[in-house]
């Protein structure tokens, strides 16, 4: 009888510490920090990836409502992956501005003629010290920048998903 | 090439692995009296397979081959190549690998090892241990695949974490697996004991030479862990309390625990039951490490993974091998045979008993302090961080009836012993360590009531550790261990009281007078080295009559973006002169940190001490015959 209570009773434990770490693993760990909320520098220039003419990038940001800005390279996997999510907001009348990284001009426009292109404009960033300038890690990133003040209002490291497509949405209806 | 070749050796792996859990669950119910000459022949084939995929894995790294995504996200061309070996198990994909690899080799060592056993028994080990070999091998495969390609393949990787790129780190994961792995054998081993019912003392030496060679294992990789941290991470201590050294820590004091119970069921034949119970313990807790730091569930340094699955699965599959020794365990129960009739309080008996109850109480408390956030998340959502302050007030002052009950309980005898004539040898000792505590303590300023027992008594129990190598009767190893642990707690108590640092801000030229002692920032260099860019600074520390010059280093390291501090330690055998700088802002002002940490060098001995001791014991346990 003892027995029996001892075991259930362990077996009741385990279950619930199970339910909880269960729980805890879908706790999302949003590494975006509020506080690197900082400005983008409107006075870099670049090269375009299919004119290769010289460009201020701060003519590429729609002044009135936000833009996206992509980090992405034709060799990145992942970046296959969010293609679609991508092409999902171009399709809403999205500014998006791709920034291909460390890339052979062949190989992106390849990857673009093949997969659709969700870039308003892209421009080329071939040693990586562009993506720097944003604050970049690593590719992809996705930045929501306001065209208003500069801003960068949200970054994405990573992937982005299902979720942060809604979540892009929504900041870009209210940061109109 | 490689790719497909680490691949399919996988499967071929796994396929070893279905039919040995078959094979060996059939014969352990027939009542067969040998062990099939398959078992060897296919456990040998399953870690031949295993051991091709790791090296193609390494091979992979070496070459720098990018078609590997593995490769591709974690190295790059101008890393050197020690690191590129090391790179493959610098990550999720190829820790797992390595973890599956120590896997499958313990088990086959461990079926050289145990020819004398009981086939009943060695069968149920090997079942046990290949139920946890295809979990790992089915984890890889479905959600960590080292070996998935990429296509087109990239001219350049994305390098390996910085921080990584440190020697003591690079072996550091290989020797904390071998410690964890090697608890996986001794899980198996006791549930296979239990079902057969031959726990006793035969049994008890034949495990004990695993408790051992886990518990050296552990212990170095704990070690090597915090090295990394003292002299890479800049952060000037040894210990942060951070979960992931916590879950390195856990299964220490469990199977520290293990190692003085399973003494006593290999003399006294008593015990049973709690060597099980802490055995299927201590494996659980290394699974959970494990867990903890692979499903980027804590927040710390160490989580470089972030991948709900595999948390969803390493949990899963943890639950489920701790509900089946939870069930073997109490359908088996009456099988034990206790056959212990007394227990006398004053016996060693007693003594490892208040060993472990200690080992237990200090477990319980870095178990609350590193899932408790995680509960209270989940339960309220609202973020807690335990730090240090609530680790030291719980710990510190429970060493003080420990620290008592370590002194003497090791010299007390088996089943009964008496209370001895007034030892004036003791006494002598007490008094010395009272004096040389006095001057200790009227050296510092902050004397804290609860440091005088401290230093008082970890100073008696150095010189009773040291009185035990002339006087005492036990084995060489305990005294060498027991040795190095009481000089780890005098040096840690020790450093704690007497280190002291200042941190300001300054610029090239500017002096900091600080404890009779003048810091001058002389010059800063920057060059470019192999694949970052160096920021070197000259520091002059000035003494009364003597001074020395520091160099620390800040890294800028471009893939990816990384900046790194990189300290520079004087070591002497007195004291360490710590002293690391951070960039503020372009403004030409550093951020400097100076400390002076005594003893500090004499943490790392004394932890060398205390696992040498486990070393000898595993040694002389190989000659003895039984």
Redesign the interface.
């Known amino acids: 009888m003892i027995?029996n209570i001892?075991?259930l009773g362990?077996?009741l434990t385990?279950i619930i510490i199970?339910i909880?770490?269960?729980?805890?693993?879908?706790?999302s760990?949003n590494y975006s920090n509020e506080k690197l909320k900082s400005k983008v520098d409107f006075s870099l220039n670049a090269k375009k990836l299919f004119s290769d003419e010289i460009i201020n990038i701060s003519d590429l940001f729609d002044k009135n409502s936000p833009s996206v800005l992509n980090i992405w390279a034709?060799?990145?996997?992942p970046c296959r992956e969010e293609h679609k999510f991508l092409m999902k907001l171009k399709n809403m009348n999205t500014n998006i501005i791709g920034i291909n990284y460390?890339d052979s001009a062949k190989?992106a426009k390849n990857f673009l003629s093949l997969l659709g292109n969700p870039y308003s404009e892209v421009i080329t960033d071939n040693d990586?010290t562009k993506s720097?300038e944003f604050g970049a890690?690593?590719v992809p990133e996705t930045f929501i920048i306001s065209g208003k003040t500069n801003e960068i209002i949200k970054k994405y490291i990573g992937p982005l998903t299902s979720e942060d497509l809604i979540e892009i949405k929504n900041l870009l209806k209210e940061n109109v | 090439m490689s790719n497909y070749l680490g691949n399919y050796s996988l499967y071929i792996a796994l396929i070893a692995s279905v039919y040995l859990i078959f094979k060996s669950y059939l014969d352990a119910n027939s009542e067969n009296k040998y062990l099939d000459k398959n078992f060897v022949l296919i456990t040998s084939i399953q870690t031949i397979m295993i051991t091709v995929s790791f090296f193609s894995l390494v091979a992979a790294f070496v070459i720098s081959d990018f078609s590997n995504e593995t490769v591709f996200n974690n190295s790059h061309t101008l890393k050197p190549l020690f690191y590129k070996v090391s790179g493959t198990w610098g990550n999720h994909e190829g820790s797992l690998l390595l973890w599956l690899l120590v896997l499958s080799i313990f088990l086959f060592i461990f079926l050289l090892n145990s020819r004398s056993q009981d086939t009943k028994y060695k069968l149920l080990t090997i079942l046990f241990q290949q139920i946890i070999i295809s979990g790992f091998l089915v984890f890889i495969l479905l959600t960590s695949n080292p070996f998935k390609t990429l296509y087109p393949i990239p001219s350049e990787g994305l390098g390996l974490n910085p921080i990584l790129q440190d020697p003591a780190l690079a072996i550091h994961p290989p020797i904390l697996y071998l410690g964890y792995v090697g608890t996986s054998i001794i899980f198996s081993a006791s549930l296979a004991s239990m079902i057969s019912g031959n726990i006793g003392d035969k049994w008890a030496r034949h495990i004990k030479k695993w408790v051992l060679i886990s518990w050296v294992f552990l212990t170095i990789g704990i070690l090597l862990g915090s090295i990394w941290a003292y002299y890479e991470l800049g952060w000037g201590g040894f210990w942060f309390w951070d979960p992931v050294e916590n879950v390195s820590l856990m299964p220490w004091f469990c199977l520290t625990a293990l190692l003085h119970t399973v003494i006593v069921l290999q003399k006294r034949n008593s015990f049973q039951e709690w060597t099980i119970i802490l055995s299927i313990t201590t494996f659980s807790l290394s699974m959970s490490g494990t867990f903890l730091v692979r499903s980027g569930i804590l927040n710390s340094i160490h989580t470089f993974a972030n991948d709900p699955s595999r948390g969803l699965y390493i949990l899963s599959f943890l639950f489920i091998l701790i509900l089946m020794s939870i069930l073997i365990f109490f359908f088996n129960q009456n099988k034990i045979s206790n056959t212990v009739k007394e227990n006398f309080i004053l016996s060693k008996e007693t003594a490892i008993l208040v060993n472990n109850w200690f080992m237990m109480f200090f477990l319980s408390v870095v178990l609350v302090g590193t899932i408790y956030p995680i509960f209270l998340e989940v339960l309220n959502g609202s973020k807690i961080s335990v730090g240090s302050p609530f680790y030291h007030n719980l710990l510190i002052p429970f060493l003080i009836p420990f620290l008592i009950f370590m002194s003497f309980g090791p010299s007390l005898k088996w089943i009964k012993d008496k209370l001895k004539k007034f030892n004036y040898n003791i006494l002598i000792i007490f008094f010395v360590s009272l004096l040389i505590s006095y001057v200790i303590l009227t050296k510092t300023e902050n004397s804290f009531l609860l440091s005088i027992p401290l230093i008082v008594l970890s100073i008696y129990l150095l010189l009773v550790t040291i009185k035990d190598f002339f006087v005492s009767k036990s084995s060489i190893s305990q005294k060498i261990s027991h040795f190095g642990f009481s000089l780890l707690i005098t040096s840690i108590l020790l450093n704690g009281l007497f280190s002291n640092e200042f941190n300001s801000n300054m610029k090239v030229g500017d002096e900091r007078i600080f404890n009779e002692k003048v810091v001058k920032l002389k010059e800063v260099n920057v060059t470019d080295v192999d694949n970052y860019k160096s920021l070197k600074a000259s520091f002059e520390v000035t003494n009364k009559n003597s001074s020395f010059a520091l160099y620390p280093e800040v890294r800028i390291y471009q893939q990816p973006l990384t900046i790194t501090s990189e300290a520079d330690i004087k070591t002497t055998l007195f004291s360490d002169n710590f002293l690391v700088f951070n960039i503020i802002k372009d403004d030409g002002y550093y951020n400097v940190r100076y400390q002076y940490k005594p003893l500090m060098i004499w943490i790392w001995i004394s932890t060398i001490f205390i696992s040498l001791g486990g070393l000898l014991s595993v040694i002389r346990k190989n000659d003895q015959k039984y």
């Open positions: 027995k001892k075991f362990l077996l385990l199970f909880i770490l269960l729980k805890g693993l879908n706790i760990k034709s060799w990145c996997a460390k190989n990586g720097i890690i690593g």
